[in-house]
């Protein structure tokens, strides 16, 4: 009991809740300090930041408004609460659906439809279709919300009334983006809604470009059209392995690390850990590399240059992992550092990280401790876990 109260005291104790109100700075806080246009606006860019660009057949995106005078919005999450906040949330009254977003950043003479498309059941039932047909371009809201994948008790209409059985999304959406695609010859943009990994595969034929949105938030709507209308550039990128299958990984019940997350598992996935795609192109290069050998008491120190080569002013994550030698229950590689960096284009930014040795170590289960393997590693650097654009090799000794 004592344990449990000495953390809710010390946060007490650091909000000033014994203090003189005259000296506690949070004591002037009021309603404006709650949901005030500061919070909206980076509850916004968080959520342009969170959003993945999977795919952009052509360079469909960023769309061009003067070329889209007709857009058509379909999908069941497209209008969907639930589709932006997830679980565990409270309610806000500025939430953005992706309907309105759209809706809110183009001209007044652009028009704008929207019909719900299909459910989570029907697989033979759409609408929303022949109008797709008169549109310049389609943005078709799919995937999950937590009451088909949240937590037991939030995902009440889930198959398992419960966590997901399968990363498969629900065979109505799939129906529906065939059907969408084959009587649409226009651009179609696909979004997917989830809080997990789903077989994007699935429905990647049926779409020019695709967009994992996550659960964005109240500021989603908005945030997914500043990425379709170029006002953003994609950066987010993926924090999980996209799976082709859950066969490809072990038993649930097995609690060994062997063949998970992209530190163990080298099968062909569909798509790796930190993937996530730009509107513009950034070259990579030393100025200064790593140093041929460290110990443990060593800092792996390295600097790099980074060219924005295309079109667009941009944000690009530099991921830096680390590749261990090969022996038994030694992950392949493993995230050590990054940064996120704003350039603008035709600019040239410096770089410089660092990776302490004693960060390389693993347990010893010969000695129960920590140990410094000796072998042959390497710095990679590059777009995700699998696309190195620059690598160094060392010694550990």
């Given at each position: 009991?004592?344990?449990?109260?000495?953390?809710?005291?010390?946060?007490q104790?650091k909000?000033g809740?014994?203090?003189?109100?005259s000296?506690?700075?949070y004591?002037?806080?009021?309603?404006?300090?709650?949901?005030?246009?500061?919070?909206i606006?980076?509850?916004?860019?968080?959520?342009?930041?969170?959003?993945?660009?999977?795919?952009?057949?052509?360079?469909l995106?960023?769309?061009?408004?003067?070329?889209?005078?007709?857009?058509?919005?379909?999908?069941p999450?497209?209008?969907?609460?639930?589709?932006l906040?997830?679980?565990y949330?409270?309610?806000s009254?500025?939430?953005?659906?992706?309907?309105?977003?759209?809706?809110?950043?183009?001209?007044?003479?652009?028009?704008v439809?929207?019909?719900?498309?299909?459910?989570?059941?029907?697989?033979?039932?759409?609408?929303?279709?022949?109008?797709?047909?008169?549109?310049?371009?389609?943005?078709?809201?799919?995937?999950?919300?937590?009451?088909y994948?949240?937590?037991?008790?939030?995902a009440?209409?889930?198959?398992?009334?419960?966590?997901?059985?399968?990363?498969?999304?629900?065979?109505?959406?799939?129906?529906?983006?065939?059907?969408?695609?084959?009587?649409?010859?226009?651009?179609?943009?696909?979004?997917?809604?989830?809080?997990?990994?789903?077989?994007?595969s699935?429905?990647?034929?049926?779409?020019?470009?695709?967009?994992?949105?996550?659960?964005?938030?109240?500021?989603?709507?908005?945030?997914?059209?500043?990425?379709?209308?170029?006002?953003?550039?994609?950066?987010?990128?993926?924090?999980?392995?996209?799976?082709?299958?859950?066969?490809?990984?072990?038993?649930?019940?097995?609690y060994?690390?062997?063949?998970?997350?992209?530190?163990?598992?080298?099968?062909?996935?569909?798509?790796?850990?930190?993937?996530?795609?730009?509107?513009?192109?950034?070259?990579?290069?030393?100025?200064?590399?790593?140093?041929?050998?460290?110990?443990?008491?060593?800092?792996?120190?390295?600097?790099?240059?980074?060219?924005?080569?295309?079109?667009?002013?941009?944000?690009e994550?530099?991921?830096?992992?680390?590749?261990?030698?090969?022996?038994e229950?030694m992950?392949?590689?493993?995230?050590k550092a990054?940064?996120?960096?704003?350039?603008?284009?035709?600019?040239?930014?410096?770089?410089?990280?660092?990776?302490?040795?004693?960060?390389?170590?693993?347990?010893?289960?010969?000695?129960?401790?920590?140990?410094?393997?000796?072998?042959?590693?390497?710095?990679s650097?590059?777009?995700?876990?699998?696309?190195?654009?620059?690598?160094?090799?060392?010694?550990i000794?």
């Open positions: 009991m004592d344990s449990a109260l000495a953390g809710i005291l010390r946060t104790f909000l809740f014994y203090d003189d109100a000296k506690n700075p004591a002037k806080f009021a309603a404006d300090s709650v949901s005030n246009q500061y919070h606006s980076i509850a916004r860019k968080m959520a342009q930041q969170s959003m993945v660009l999977l795919k952009n057949d052509k360079q995106l960023p769309l061009d408004k003067k070329k889209y005078g007709a857009i058509m919005v379909v999908g999450n497209a209008a969907s609460l639930d589709a906040l997830g679980n949330h409270g309610v009254g500025h939430a953005v659906n992706f309907v309105e977003g759209i809706t809110n950043a183009v001209d007044a003479g652009t028009r439809e929207y019909d719900m498309g299909c459910d989570y059941n029907d697989t033979s039932h759409f609408g929303g279709i022949w109008a797709a047909g008169n549109a310049d371009v389609t943005v078709a809201v799919v995937g999950l919300s937590p009451v994948e949240g937590e037991e008790g939030d009440f209409l889930a198959a398992g009334g419960g966590d997901k059985k399968n990363i498969s999304l629900p065979a109505s959406h799939i129906a529906f983006l065939k059907a969408l695609k084959k009587a649409n010859k226009k651009p179609v943009i696909v979004v997917i809604t989830a809080g997990s990994l789903v077989d994007v699935a429905i990647e034929a049926y779409a020019d470009a695709i967009i994992y949105a996550w659960y964005p938030g109240e500021q989603g709507g908005n945030a997914l059209a500043d990425i379709l209308f170029g006002k953003a550039s994609p950066s987010g990128r993926l924090p999980l392995t996209f799976y082709q299958s859950f066969n490809d990984l072990p038993a649930y019940e097995n060994a690390l062997k063949g998970r997350t992209y530190r163990y598992f080298d099968g062909k996935v569909q798509y790796p850990f930190g993937f996530g795609l730009s509107y513009t192109t950034f070259d990579y290069s030393w100025q200064q590399q790593p140093a041929a050998t460290y110990q443990l008491q060593d800092t792996i120190r390295f600097t790099l240059n980074v060219a924005n080569t295309g079109k667009f002013d941009a944000d994550l530099v991921q830096v992992y680390i590749d261990y030698p090969g022996l229950r992950p392949l590689k493993e995230l990054f940064k996120k960096i704003s350039i603008s284009k035709g600019k040239v930014k410096v770089v410089s990280l660092s990776v302490p040795v004693n960060e390389l170590q693993k347990w010893d289960k010969a000695t129960n401790s920590w140990k410094l393997y000796a072998g042959k590693y390497a710095v650097i590059g777009k995700n876990a699998r696309e190195a654009l620059l690598k160094k090799e060392f010694s000794q």
